[in-house]
C-alpha cells in the first residue's frame, strides 16, 4: 500500500469486516478520533509544502475563531476565566508553536499534523524543566493551544452525530450502538470504523438502517483525512481512499447493480415462506426502535420476533416512563395490526451502556449487569417497562420475551414481577392484557444444559446466536482482533443449538431463533431440518431467506443436519454446507 498521498495521490484499498451490504462514495467525516495518539508521518512533495503550509495556517485560523466564539459568548459571570482563553489566541501566533511548525513542515517536508506533534512535544519537555510554575504553566497552555489546532487538522470535533447536516461517509474510531441508532439516514450515508466486529450490535443496526458499513479496519484508517472521497463497499468489506476515475465509474456501476439486485428480491418477498413440501416458517423482523417496524412490512416480515427495547434508554438523561414507553410500543402494534410483536425487555449494558449509568463502570461488561440482571436489581425500571407491555398487548398480538436468561430462577423472578404487574395495573383499574405468550432468549450456554427445566416455566424459546456465541466460544463479538474466531458453524454452536431444538420439541413449546444466524441463507436448511417455525432477522435479509425456505424439503433438511452434526471440525461444515447448497444458492437465490 502506498501512502505517499502528497507526493502523488494514489488510490488505496483498505479491507475490514463487511458488517453491512451496500455501497456508498462520498467524502469522509472524521468524529470521535483520539487526537494526536493517530498521528502518522507521511512525507510532501517540495510542489505541494506551499499547499501543506496554507493547511496549516488555516486550522491555526478556524481554532483563533472557535477561541473568539468562545470568549465572545462567555457568560458574564465567569468573566475572569476568559483571560486564559485570551492567552490561548495570543498562543496560536507563538513563534515557538506557529513558526516553527511551519519550518518542520518545509524544512522536513512532513505532514503538518507530524510537525506540529514534533514541535509540542520539544516546548513540552523544555517547560517541563523549568523550576518556574508560571513557565509550566505557559507551556501547558501550549498543549492545549495545539490540542486545538490538532483537532481542526485531523477534522476532529466533538460532534453529536444527529447533528451532522451534510451528506458525508462518517470515519470513527468507534461508534456505540446508541450513537449509531442516532444516524440520520437522509444525511449519513455510510461509515467505517477502526474497531467493532460483525456480529456487534452497531453492524447490525447498520444492517437494519440499510447503511452500508465496514468495521474493524484497524489502525489503517488513520490514513483517511477529512473530506477525503472514499468508497466504501459493505458487501465485500472493502474501503477505497481517493479512487481513481476508473474505480469511480466501476463502482457507480456497482451500485446501479446492486440497487436492480434489492429490487428483485424484493419484488417476491410477501410470498409465504412455505418449503417444497408445505410447511411454512414465520419469518420475521428485529428492531431497535418503532420507526424500524415499516421495514419490516417492506420486506414482507410476518411480524417481529424481536424488539430490542434498550434503545429508547440509551443517549438520553432521564428514562423513559410508563407513558412515553405505552406509545412507543403502541406505534409499533398500530402499524403490524394482527401480526406478532416479540417485545424484549430492557437487555441493556454489555455493549449497550447507557449514558445515565449510575456511576458504575464495569471493567467486563458483557459479564456484568446486563440484561434480566440489570432488570431484577432495578425493579422500579423493570416494572414500569413491564405495566407499558401489558397495557399495550390489550391492542395487538404481542409476546413478551427475558434477555440473558442463565437459569431457572431467574425467568421464575422475572415471571413473578410480570405477575405483580398486572395485578398493579388491576388495582389502578387501568386497560391491560395478560394472556399472552412468555418466551425467553437462549443466548448463555448454562441457559442450554437447563433447557428442560427452562422449557417448564415457558411458552416459547428463542436463540440469541450472537450472544450464544460469544459466550460459548468466548469471543468478543465487539472485538474485531477476534472476529476470525466468530464461527457461526462451529460444531459446539450447532450441537447446541440442536439440543435446544430437541428439548423445545419434546416440551411441546414453541422454538424460534432471533440472532442473526437465522439471516444466512445457507444454513436456513439446519433450521428447518432442526424443527424451527419462526426466524427473525434485519429486515434486510428477509426477502432471500424466504427464497431460501422456498427451494427446500424438510425431508432433505432433518437428513442434512444428521450429517452435518456427525462432523467435528467448522472447515468440514462449511465444506458440507457449500456442496450441498452452494449451487442452489447460486443459481435460485442470489442470482435473481
Ligand atoms: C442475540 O444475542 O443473538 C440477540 C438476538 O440479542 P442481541 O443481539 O440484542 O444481544
Ligand atoms: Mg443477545
Known sequence: ???????????????????????????????????????????????????????????????????????????????????????????????????STIETIENEKVNAEWALKMVVSRIKSMFEGMADEYFRERGSDIVHVSDRIMRNLLGQEQVNIAEINKRVILVAHDLSPA???????????????????????????????????????GKKIGIIRHDDIIIVDGSQGLVIVNPSDETLIHYEEKIGEYETYKANITRDAHLTAKTLDHLTLNIM??????????????????????????????????????????????????????????????????DKALSKNNGTHE????????????????????????????????????????????????????????????????????????DFEVGIMIEVPSAVIMADSLAKEVDFFSIGTNDLIQYSLAIDRGNFEVDYLYQPLHPAILQMINHVADIAVKNNIKLYMCGEMAAEPSYIPLFIGMGFEELS????????????????????????????????????????????????????????
Open 1 to 99: 500500500m502506498n501512502i505517499n498521498r502528497y507526493t502523488d495521490v494514489k488510490e488505496i484499498e483498505l479491507s475490514g469486516i463487511n458488517a453491512s451490504p451496500g455501497i456508498c462514495i462520498g467524502k469522509a467525516y472524521l468524529v470521535g478520533r483520539e487526537g494526536v495518539d493517530v498521528v502518522k508521518k507521511y512525507p510532501i512533495a517540495p510542489k505541494n509544502l506551499d499547499k501543506e503550509i496554507k493547511r496549516f495556517k488555516s486550522a491555526v485560523k478556524k481554532t483563533r475563531d472557535e477561541l473568539q466564539c468562545i470568549i465572545d459568548n462567555f457568560p458574564e459571570d465567569f468573566r475572569h476565566n476568559v483571560n486564559i482563553l485570551e492567552t490561548h489566541a495570543l498562543l496560536l501566533k507563538d513563534k515557538m508553536l506557529y513558526g
Open 179 to 217: 450513537q449509531t441508532s442516532q444516524i440520520q439516514l437522509e444525511r449519513i450515508m455510510g461509515f467505517i470504523t477502526e474497531r467493532g466486529g460483525k456480529a456487534s450490535h452497531t453492524g447490525i443496526i447498520a444492517q437494519t438502517l440499510e447503511i452500508p458499513a465496514v468495521l474493524g479496519l
Open 285 to 350: 423482523g428485529n428492531i431497535e426502535l418503532p420507526e424500524e417496524v415499516v421495514s419490516v412490512l417492506d420486506y414482507g416480515g410476518d411480524g417481529i420476533g424481536l424488539y430490542r427495547t434498550e434503545f429508547q434508554y440509551m443517549s438520553r438523561p432521564e428514562f423513559p416512563d410508563e407513558m412515553e414507553l405505552f406509545e412507543k410500543y403502541k406505534d409499533v402494534v398500530d402499524v403490524m395490526g394482527n401480526k406478532p410483536i416479540t417485545i424484549r425487555t430492557l437487555d441493556i449494558n454489555g
Open 363 to 434: 471493567v467486563n461488561p458483557a459479564l456484568g449487569l446486563r440484561g434480566i440482571r440489570y432488570c431484577l436489581k432495578k425493579t422500579d425500571i423493570f416494572m414500569t417497562q413491564l405495566r407499558a407491555i401489558l397495557r399495550v398487548a390489550a391492542y395487538g398480538n404481542v409476546r413478551v420475551m427475558f434477555p440473558l436468561i442463565s437459569g431457572v430462577e431467574e425467568i421464575k423472578e422475572a415471571k413473578r414481577f410480570l405477575c405483580e404487574a398486572a395485578e398493579s395495573l388491576h388495582r389502578d383499574g387501568v386497560v391491560f392484557n395478560k
Open 537 to 592: 432477522m434485519n429486515p434486510q435479509s428477509i426477502p432471500m431467506v424466504k427464497k431460501m425456505v422456498r427451494n427446500l424439503h424438510r425431508e432433505d433438511c432433518k437428513k442434512f443436519v444428521n450429517q452435518v452434526l456427525n462432523l467435528t471440525e467448522i472447515s468440514q461444515i462449511n465444506a458440507l454446507v457449500d456442496e450441498t447448497y452452494g449451487n442452489l444458492l447460486k443459481q435460485k437465490i442470489y442470482s435473481e
